[in-house]
């Protein structure tokens, strides 16, 4: 069972909606009973740039993870990709660094690095032994002050985007189901495209263009810096100072259309995709949620919970252990800054309709409205929250994660450590009103991926 | 938004005191003095109940995990039940003596902790992880999961249908199956050489997993490991009380023996019919755990295969080399472990791929590692150590195996200080004696017909079918038609078809049959438009005796046009494919009575469908090699479809990767009445039909 559900999840994972899954708790929870507060001091540089640190003296690693306000949302109209084609140039082309040599400084050091684009951000991290934070924060200076394009480094990160998109869409099992889902469920026009964009827009972009988007977004005042482990925070505001504060900032002006006000109502939408990659059917439900920073997302976290986390859950429970019609089920909510999705999944077991399941999917939703949720549920529900925020704090890099998402969601890093009465308060009739309020038919769409025929036998039935 | 006052005052504070800008310079920092960092602290003890204790202390963050380690196995797996070991870590967790069935899960989930068990082939781990507080509540429950499993029949039963229905899943990737045969020669009858298949695991019944556990889970056989939160004093206490009354009784563990000794190399090619690619595997068993070897074979793997910067990260392996993605690794267990190289080429480059992998092996046996080249290894070994302790749950880890394989707590506190002392040639000392290409076994998966002549070269080859069953390659090739066909029986006429998905209208498709450009020939066209895909196929062939002339497929979708374009004379196929990346031609040899394009449909209209149960069709593929198509006659069914009331021939056809069910009018002449795609809702139902020469 657990390999079949790793396997599967293993299978979303690229399409990034999990991603948005795994780090659900989006708003992790400190108890009353003790989470110990995470220490936190923040300061600013004269560039604009934003620094959070979090000292952590049991380990001899430090944590450096910059995020930039820019995602896969700033993609210019018809140029979907760019951001997180500048991503990649950002690692591969700087004043003094070739391709490949960023990696291999961190991994001569013993460190490990990563980069990654969201709908709403671009972050880019290392975690390194804490006598080389010095060599980590040099690293975020080479990005910071600017990347040196060359035409070729272009061609080929633009090739390397192309093939790996491919491989997300074609390549793995529900990729394109995935895709689909995003762009038919929600309105809000810069969410409607994969970060990797989609094929083609990025076919006639010249070397200027990509420079004048860096220029634009990657810049200081559009950032924040998360330096967490074994550091000082008096040592972080001299390196800080030393290795960023002289690299001149222009104020960015992003321009993404506002947030809808309220998630769409206008009508169920339905769609199905042929997917060569799929061994069965798949089914995914969304519904419309607000953005990450609306009060609602609280109950709507711990309903998520009461659904489908653990074997005792009610959708498992349900679909898997009592009525056997799938391996697996799960629900969970992918946060955005401007708009959220609630989402739900699951696929048959061999014999079974994927109608079957979305009517059970439906009953339990219903049985929400209907009977509502038990306190012992809700406490439950809580509890699971509060060891997800512990286990997410068990690495400096988890922490820096943490602290970044706090900081970008709410406009303070500081609320992390404030967590726990917003969900302390929620009642079990705040979970049901929150239900019945966002779970409706006419805000959801529901995408059906089917296996479909392989190979040259394309084409007529 | 909510910006908090503290993070103002902050930022306020750091503008007033920032210093003149030193500024970042043009080369990276040089490093600080790395800190002596010594192996961190445990301890280690041992429970009243007979069980060891290590306990890594770290209060950080309120949260424990406890891993509970116990020796057997996948290599105690009766060979008749590959797969027990797993099973009853499986189930374990699935419920207790004397409870209801779900309460387990309820508990546990109440409390947020997250309980699980796996079995690797020395050792079945049963995981438990939860915040502080709850830890002796769940501690509660790992006990009587561990002592008193309900193991229910019924729970196993749905495991062992998953399990199966994996395998069935994981057995279409190539991947896999590699991995799979390269373990199965390797390790031959050796224990840790169990494979699981449909089979062993239908033998796997109740009585089996609870002889399992109650041979193999006993305190005496059993490692305790305690990280996180608690001290080592309050976990001894804890465990004490809640595993108090865990019986100990005597464990025979698996003896190791059965390795298959090669003196020459072997080459295993397990067929995935139609793979471009080719998986491939080469490698060898290397020594026991324990082997004060391992330290040198490690660096000598860094070197030649993990990581961007090795050997085979750069070279073979770089962007533009024969295998791009090449990388290599070894396994320590307690007994023999191994080495293996590995990459994932296009099927022309096989021989040039493996020849190059092993090359990298013998240059590293015969020449030692340039001293730079090693210093930067062994820098990165010894400079990753910060990141390898970060967590408890790392540091209890690598205790962990220290222990398992009876090393001294001196070999895990000095190992960076024996990495910095290796010379180069130790490491090629260590390579010598551990790593010979002329015993390697060199397995790839993918299509024996197109890889079997490249790999002959490295040694005998065995072929086999992804279910590990050995072939000759003679049965692989596609035959040729047995028996005869006569085209005469077709006339002209043409067909209109509707299509539709869910019962939704999304297209139509419009046939016509007609005399051909030259005497004796006819020719089918097919033009559909589903949905944004507009198709248009098109094949010629010789009526008399059905033998295929020339076929056109055209598919175009959202501006894309992909064409295959066939002819085939005298055996010899000639054409192209033209797709996004280009144009290339194509070259193949077809046995005799090879078809193109559509003509596997339409030899159901000239066949006699009563006479035969299955007939098996070779084809031509778009890359001009040939695979058979089988025809499954299915009985007769009376069929629906706005063209009218039809008895047909019910057909399966699986060939091309997909397989659909054809209804053929039964009698003459016949056509085509519906088609469905089997395993999607689509279906294409006649609605017109016109015989005799249509209108053009």
């Given amino acids: ?461 | 938004m909510i910006v908090s006052g503290r993070a103002q005052g902050a930022a306020l504070a750091a503008a007033f005191c920032l210093a003149p800008a030193a500024g970042a310079g043009q080369s990276p920092p040089v490093p600080a003095t790395a800190p002596d960092i010594p192996f961190p602290e445990f301890q280690l003890r041992e429970l009243s109940n007979g069980a060891e204790l290590l306990v890594v202390s770290h209060h950080e963050q309120p949260h424990v995990t406890v891993n509970l380690v116990i020796r057997g196995g996948t290599a105690a797996d009766p060979p008749r039940q590959a797969g027990l070991a797993a099973m009853t870590a499986e189930l374990l967790t699935k419920g207790v003596e004397g409870q209801p069935a779900s309460q387990v899960a309820e508990d546990l989930d109440f409390l947020g902790a997250q309980l699980g068990a796996s079995a690797g082939p020395d050792y079945t781990t049963v995981s438990l992880s939860s915040v502080t507080e709850n830890l002796d509540a769940a501690l509660a429950i790992m006990a009587d999961v561990v002592i008193r499993p309900a193991f229910p029949a019924d729970d196993l039963a749905r495991q062992v249908a998953r399990a199966r229905s994996a395998l069935t899943i994981q057995e279409r990737a190539p991947t896999f199956l590699a991995s799979r045969a390269f373990t199965r020669a390797l390790y031959g009858e050796h224990p840790y050489g169990k494979i699981q298949t449909a089979e062993s695991l239908g033998r796997i019944d109740v009585q089996a997993v609870t002889r399992y556990h109650r041979d193999y889970y006993r305190p005496n056989n059993a490692v305790f490991v305690v990280a996180g939160d608690v001290s080592a004093d309050a976990a001894a206490a804890a465990l004490d009380g809640h595993f108090g009354d865990w019986e100990a009784a005597p464990v025979s563990l698996p003896t190791y023996h059965g390795l298959p000794q090669r003196s020459a190399p072997e080459v295993v090619l397990v067929h995935v019919a139609g793979a471009r690619d080719a998986v491939v595997r080469v490698g060898q068993a290397v020594t026991r755990g324990d082997d004060p070897d391992w330290t040198a074979l490690r660096v000598a793997n860094r070197l030649l295969g993990e990581g961007m910067s090795s050997r085979l990260g750069t070279g073979v392996g770089g962007e533009s080399g024969i295998a791009p993605g090449a990388s290599s690794g070894v396994i320590r267990r307690t007994d023999a472990g191994y080495f293996q190289a590995r990459a994932e080429v296009a099927a022309e480059v096989v021989d040039a791929a493996v020849a190059a992998l092993v090359a990298e092996v013998e240059r590293l046996r015969s020449e030692a590692p340039a001293p730079d080249e090693l210093e930067a290894v062994l820098l990165y070994l010894a400079g990753s150590f910060p990141l390898s302790i970060e967590t408890p749950q790392q540091i209890a880890n690598q205790v962990t195996t220290y222990l398992l394989l009876g090393l001294e707590r001196d070999a895990l506190e000095t190992y960076r200080e024996r990495i910095a002392a290796l010379t180069p040639d130790d490491v090629r000392a260590a390579v010598e004696v551990q790593l010979q290409p002329d015993r390697m076994i060199i397995v790839v998966a993918g299509d024996a017909l197109h890889l079997h002549d490249r790999l002959a070269r490295f040694g005998p080859v065995t072929v086999e079918t992804d279910q590990g069953v050995q072939v000759a390659l003679d049965d692989l090739r596609p035959r040729a038609r047995e028996f005869a066909l006569d085209g005469s029986l077709l006339g002209p006429g043409s067909w209109t078809y509707d299509v539709q998905a869910q019962d939704w209208p999304v297209g139509e498709l419009r046939r016509r049959l007609t005399p051909g450009d030259q005497p004796g020939t006819m020719t089918m066209v097919s033009e559909a438009s589903i949905g944004p895909r507009e198709v248009h196929r098109e094949v010629t062939f010789r009526a008399a005796t059905f033998e295929a002339v020339r076929s056109e497929d055209r598919l175009r979708m959202q501006g894309r046009e992909m064409v295959s374009a066939l002819e085939l004379e005298a055996g010899q196929v000639t054409g192209f494919f033209r797709g996004p990346g280009g144009q290339q031609p194509v070259e193949g040899t077809a046995v005799a009575g090879a078809v193109l394009g559509e003509m596997t449909e339409l030899a159901l209209w000239v066949a006699d469908l009563e006479a035969a149960d299955e007939i098996v069709i070779p084809v031509v593929q778009p890359d001009g090699s040939v695979a058979d198509w089988t025809l499954k006659m299915q009985g007769r069914r009376e069929v629906t479809v706005p063209a009218g009331v039809f008895d047909t021939y019910q057909v399966e056809v699986d060939g091309g990767g997909q397989r659909q069910r054809v209804y053929v009018r039964a009698e003459r002449p016949r056509y085509t009445v519906k088609i469905e795609v089997v395993g999607q809702p689509v279906v294409t139902l006649l609605t017109d039909v016109t015989e005799g020469s249509p209108e053009r």
């Fill in chain 1, 1 to 461: 069972m657990r390999r079949i559900r790793e396997a599967w999840l293993g299978q979303r994972l690229a399409g990034g909606l999990l991603l948005a899954l795994l780090a659900a708790p989006s708003s992790g929870a400190a108890q009353a009973s003790g989470l110990p507060p995470l220490p936190i001091d923040t300061f600013s540089l004269s560039n604009g740039l934003l620094v959070i640190v979090s000292e952590d003296h049991s380990v001899p690693v430090v944590a450096t993870e910059m995020w930039f306000e820019v995602g896969s949302a700033d993609d210019p109209p018809g140029q979907s990709g760019l951001t997180q084609l500048a991503q990649l140039l950002a690692r591969a082309e700087t004043a003094n660094l070739a391709e490949g040599e960023q990696a291999r400084l961190v991994a001569e050091a013993g460190g490990a690095a990563g980069a990654f684009t969201t709908h709403d951000v671009t972050g880019f991290w290392e975690v390194v032994p804490s006598h080389r934070v010095e060599l980590a924060l040099w690293l975020h200076s080479e990005r910071l002050a600017g990347v040196v394009l060359t035409g070729n480094g272009l061609d080929r990160h633009r090739e390397r985007l192309t093939r790996e998109r491919r491989a997300r869409q074609q390549g793995q099992p529900f990729g394109g189901v995935q895709m689909a889902l995003d762009s038919l469920a929600t309105d809000y026009e810069p969410y409607r495209h994969p970060a990797m964009g989609r094929p083609g827009e990025l076919e006639d972009l010249s070397t200027d263009r990509v420079q004048a988007f860096l220029d634009r977004f990657f810049v200081p005042g559009n950032a924040v810096l998360a330096v967490v482990g074994d550091v000082t925070g008096a040592q972080v505001r001299a390196l800080t100072q030393e290795y960023l504060g002289s690299i001149p900032s222009v104020a960015p002006h992003a321009d993404r259309p506002p947030a809808p006000d309220t998630p769409r109502s206008d009508g169920e939408r339905r769609s199905t995709v042929e997917d060569p990659m799929a061994q069965v059917p798949v089914i995914y439900m969304a519904y419309n949620i607000p953005g990450a920073s609306h009060p609602d997302v609280y109950p709507l976290t711990l309903l998520s919970r009461i659904l489908s986390t653990g074997e005792s859950s009610r959708l498992h429970r349900r679909l898997v252990v009592e009525r056997q019609v799938a391996p697996v089920v799960f629900s969970g909510l992918n946060t955005r800054r401007a708009a959220g999705l609630f989402l739900f999944g699951s696929l048959p077991n061999p014999g079974v309709e994927l109608d079957r399941i979305e009517r059970l999917l439906d009953q339990e939703i219903d049985r929400l409205r209907t009977e509502g949720v038990t306190d012992r549920e809700v406490e439950k529900a809580r509890n699971q929250v509060r060891a997800a925020e512990v286990g997410s704090r068990l690495s400096v890099k988890g922490k820096a994660d943490v602290l970044l998402k706090f900081h970008h969601l709410y406009g303070d890093a500081f609320a992390v450590n404030e967590e726990l009465q917003r969900f302390e308060a929620v009642s079990a009739e705040d979970i049901v009103r929150t239900a019945r309020k966002h779970l409706a038919r006419d805000n959801r769409t529901v995408i059906v991926g089917r296996p479909a025929a392989r190979g040259a036998g394309e084409g007529a039935p």
